[in-house]
């Protein structure tokens, strides 16, 4: 048996890049998919055809993460479609990087509403849900930035670092019916964002990691799916920093 066999995870911002690559390794291990971008396009459609390929049910949201009301439409509309929702992967993310003392209260409001907000908007609808259903898994996409910080993202990385903490919090206030969150802290991994780095930052990079590589999308993949899995099961409250060692 696969090890999400008969499970339904939501998964936000899951178009492209890491949230796509959970996507695609949770349903090779049997989960159905539900997952949301901001816009119903190329990238959508062609994300659920991958994703049922691998044999399971997949259905892609246009929505706005940020925005309260259509998350609590969304989340409506995945249990309608698919009957119950066992894991909520908060993945939408954004970065608007500056320093602080030129950074402007857009690019803070921005980084804040659509990396952290989203996460509080989704676990609210999705809560009552998971406590009906007596379990569930919460995984928020966090960041080493978020543990260690990181100067010309201080937006970027108060936004990681709240989504440790809302992990942590929410945790302990619904431990009790059997849901779990947890949270995923990232390193440098290989990503289009990382791609368009030069080779000189690059290898700089490689030089602060013990494993002398970047992390690959499946390295975050793999972590989400044994959190997103009963084989967590007696794993709640936590924050996995997937870095390659680079900060211990």
Same mark, same amino acid.
């Given at each position: 048996?696969?090890?999400?066999?008969?499970?339904?995870?939501?998964? %936000? $911002?899951?178009?492209?890049?890491?949230?796509? &690559?959970?996507?695609?390794k949770?349903?090779?291990?049997? @989960?159905?998919?539900?997952?949301?971008?901001?816009?119903?396009?190329?990238?959508?459609?062609n %994300?659920?055809k991958e994703?049922?390929?691998?044999?399971?049910?997949?259905k $892609?949201?246009?929505?706005?993460? @940020?925005?309260?009301?259509?998350?609590?439409?969304?989340?409506?509309?995945?249990?309608?479609?698919?009957?119950?929702?066992?894991?909520?992967?908060?993945?939408?993310?954004?970065?608007?990087?500056g320093?602080?003392?030129?950074?402007?209260?857009?690019?803070?409001?921005?980084?804040?509403?659509?990396?952290?907000?989203?996460?509080?908007?989704? /676990?609210?609808?999705?809560v009552?849900?998971?406590?009906?259903?007596?379990?569930?898994?919460?995984?928020?996409m966090?960041?080493?930035?978020?543990?260690? &910080?990181?100067? &010309?993202?201080?937006?970027?990385?108060?936004?990681?670092?709240?989504? /440790?903490?809302?992990?942590?919090?929410?945790?302990?206030?619904?431990?009790?019916?059997? /849901?779990?969150?947890?949270?995923?802290?990232?390193? #440098?991994?290989?990503? @289009?964002? %990382?791609?368009?780095?030069?080779?000189?930052?690059?290898?700089?990079?490689?030089?602060?990691?013990?494993?002398?590589? @970047?992390?690959?999308?499946?390295?975050?993949?793999?972590?989400? %799916? #044994?959190?997103?899995?009963?084989?967590?099961?007696?794993?709640?409250?936590?924050?996995?920093?997937?870095?390659?060692?680079?900060?211990?």
């Amino acid at each position: 048996m696969k090890l999400l066999e008969g499970k339904v995870a939501l998964i %936000t $911002g899951a178009s492209r890049g890491i949230g796509k &690559g959970i996507a695609l390794k949770f349903a090779s291990e049997g @989960a159905d998919i539900a997952f949301t971008d901001l816009f119903d396009d190329e990238n959508m459609a062609n %994300t659920v055809k991958e994703i049922e390929a691998l044999g399971v049910r997949a259905k $892609g949201y246009a929505s706005n993460a @940020a925005d309260f009301a259509q998350t609590e439409e969304v989340v409506a509309k995945v249990k309608e479609d698919f009957g119950h929702i066992d894991v909520l992967v908060n993945n939408a993310g954004i970065t608007k990087d500056g320093l602080m003392l030129k950074m402007s209260e857009a690019q803070w409001d921005a980084v804040i509403d659509v990396n952290l907000k989203s996460a509080f908007n989704y /676990i609210h609808a999705i809560v009552p849900i998971m406590m009906r259903q007596r379990q569930g898994s919460i995984i928020n996409m966090a960041s080493v930035v978020g543990v260690h &910080g990181n100067a &010309g993202q201080a937006n970027y990385a108060a936004s990681k670092a709240g989504l /440790i903490a809302l992990a942590k919090s929410i945790a302990q206030e619904v431990g009790s019916r059997g /849901i779990r969150a947890n949270a995923i802290a990232p390193g #440098f991994i290989e990503t @289009a964002m %990382t791609a368009a780095l030069s080779d000189e930052v690059r290898k700089e990079w490689a030089q602060k990691i013990p494993l002398r590589r @970047a992390g690959q999308v499946e390295d975050i993949a793999n972590v989400a %799916t #044994f959190l997103a899995s009963d084989m967590s099961s007696y794993v709640s409250g936590q924050v996995i920093e997937v870095d390659g060692g680079m900060n211990m």
